[in-house]
């Protein structure tokens, strides 16, 4: 599955507008990529990396770990600005994110405060149907 | 709430006293009477809400969102302490109060909400009785209407096999800014078939979900009980600003 993303970058807190989007991108959902990720953090269970075992624990297929779809949401904040350090990612999981089909990561700026030097931005993750999977808030410092 | 946020969009800029924001606001009431105001919303007050309503007012004039208000209808309460008339002046939007109270039928809006109401039943309950809710609603000049119906597990369709078809049940919720799949067609098709009426609400949790469903209104409205009479007129249409 292709990782599209743009190049738009913002490098300190006075380019930033409130409103603005961070540029979304096509995470890779497949479950080449979930199985490579249970196995470098030693959790390789089927509910991640098998469609028919993770139909057997009763859900719709196999599904994307939460934390790697945060891990996808940090990845999005970071590619639009490199320098940002990300202080909280706050997610509320609606539904799964089902491994093997495209989703579509977005951020948008709802709120800038630069005494403190940082932004928060609404974070969602949804599916082809508009449907929102996951979303919540993040938190980055960015430099004045 | 943080100082020395950045003005958004130049609603900081004063005409006569008053702010663009109200004066676009008020200009905009007496152009068209009709009000729009999104019926379903939460803010941080709620378990699961992570909006700031300063910032739902900033986002709505900054994105030019079709809706001229919003009620919080945060999850298990009532919020009594909050005033909000500030920022409902400054960015000329109407904000009201509610709540979204979980009954056996799943989740149920409450506009009007007062504290005789309050004291009727305990809102923080997980099971309460629809029709009990419905009725102390009607005692105290209040009106419950089920959310999300046709959601599995907290909308009304799941549970009517279980539990029947409710008494005093007159409006419910057809266009929901979360629903997934069908459900706000379940939620239609309910409607239809029982003889409801349908409002809007975006249901929104972040800044961003705001207004993206709403319920319109023929006449102008600013109080919960105004609302409430509105809504008792049976004079009003969902609407939905999904993309």
């Known amino acids: 599955m292709p990782d599209t993303h743009s190049t738009e970058t913002v490098s300190n807190i006075g380019e930033v507008e409130f409103g603005s989007e961070l540029p979304s991108f096509a995470p890779d959902t ?3 990529n979930t199985k490579r990720f249970g196995k470098y953090v030693g959790w390789d269970s089927p509910r991640f ?11 719709p297929g196999a599904i994307v770990p939460g934390v790697l779809s945060q891990g996808f949401l940090g990845a999005m904040i970071h590619r639009w600005a490199p320098d940002a350090e990300i202080i909280a990612i706050d997610t509320v999981f609606r539904a799964p994110v089902l491994a093997d089909v495209p989703h579509t990561i977005t951020g948008t700026v709802t709120d800038i405060d630069e005494d403190e030097g940082t932004v928060e931005i609404d974070i969602t993750i949804t599916n082809e149907a508009g449907e929102n999977r996951v979303f919540g808030t993040a938190t980055a410092k960015l430099p004045t | 709430m943080r100082t020395a946020r950045r003005a958004v969009g130049g609603f900081d800029v004063r005409i006569g006293g008053r702010s663009v924001a109200t004066a676009l606001g008020n200009e905009s009431q007496k152009a068209n009477p009709k009000v729009i105001l999104d019926l379903h919303t939460h803010s941080i007050k709620s378990d699961d809400g992570r909006a700031k309503v300063q ?3 900033q986002w709505i004039r900054a994105k030019s969102v079709p809706i001229d208000g919003f009620v919080l209808t945060e999850h298990r309460q009532f919020d009594f302490e909050s005033d909000y008339s500030e920022l409902a002046s400054k960015f000329g939007i109407t904000i009201l109060k509610g709540a979204e109270v979980e009954t056996e039928y799943g989740h149920v809006l409450v506009f009007g909400v007062n504290e005789g109401l309050y004291n009727e039943f305990d809102f923080t309950t997980i099971g309460l009785s629809l029709e009990n809710v419905i009725e102390k609603c009607e005692k105290h000049g209040a009106l419950a209407a089920p959310c999300h119906p046709g959601r599995p597990r907290v909308g009304m369709v799941a549970h009517l096999e279980e539990h029947g078809i409710p008494n005093g049940v007159r ?3 057809t266009k929901n800014g ?3 799949g069908d459900e706000d067609e379940v939620a239609a098709k309910m409607a239809e078939d029982l003889g409801y009426l349908g409002i809007g609400g975006s249901d929104s949790h972040i800044v961003s979900h705001i207004g993206r469903c709403a319920t319109r209104f023929p006449t102008t409205l600013a109080t919960e009980g105004e609302l409430v009479e509105a809504l008792k007129a049976e004079e009003f249409e969902a609407i939905s600003n999904k993309q």
Not at chain 1, 49 to 59: I, V
């Open chain 1, 30 to 32: 497949s479950t080449d």
């Open chain 1, 49 to 59: 990396t098998d469609h028919e075992g993770a139909r057997k624990e009763g859900l």
């Open chain 2, 55 to 57: 910032n739902y007012c």
């Open chain 2, 171 to 173: 409006i419910v919720e």
């Open chain 2, 178 to 180: 979360g629903s997934r």
